[in-house]
């Protein structure tokens, strides 16, 4: 992914999500030149404004400056397409109850939420994105808005 060394990613899994539901995302990281590490996390009653299924703790901002340089076009598909498969709930489960995917920077702590409504467009936007504009986060993409956006940052400002 870069010339540096291979950037070390945690994906961490409910313990409660379908088996292997973080398998395409872990040969996605693989495949962009990642080690990754997977780790079942226990369920837990949080009142988080985003409960995720799968949370990947990693250098952000080298991960997307990297993805965005390197592989660009491919990149964003790639991302896309394992994110998506990751999402795919049971048959019975309602879909406004999918949990998103959600990037968190292991230094800053800055999460980013990949949820089944960030398209094509939005992934070329967060490959470009930058992240030193966002103090608080979560940062999700506003498709009305087209742009992703952190409503505590937003608010914060006003």
């Not at 009142?47 to 990149?75: C, M, N, R, T, Y």
Request: aromatic share 6%; proline share 6%; charged share 25%.
């Amino acid at each position: 992914m870069t010339d540096q060394l291979p950037l070390a990613v945690d994906v961490f899994v409910d313990e409660k999500a379908p088996a292997a539901q973080e398998t395409p995302l872990v040969d996605a990281l693989t495949t962009f030149g990642c080690t990754v590490r997977v780790r079942a996390v226990p369920a837990q009653r949080v009142a988080e404004q985003f409960a995720w299924v799968v949370l990947i703790a990693l250098p952000l901002h080298a991960f997307l400056s990297g993805l965005g340089g390197k592989f660009a076009e491919d990149a964003h598909r790639k991302l896309r397409e394992a994110v998506a498969k990751a999402l795919r709930r049971e048959p019975e489960q309602p879909a406004e109850r999918v949990r998103p995917v959600v990037l968190q920077d292991a230094a800053t702590g800055l999460q980013v939420v990949l949820g089944p409504q960030v398209d094509e467009d939005a992934y070329r936007k967060l490959l470009a994105l930058d992240l030193t504009q966002y103090r608080y986060g979560p940062v999700r993409y506003d498709a009305t808005e087209a742009r992703w956006v952190s409503d505590v940052d937003e608010a914060m400002e006003r």
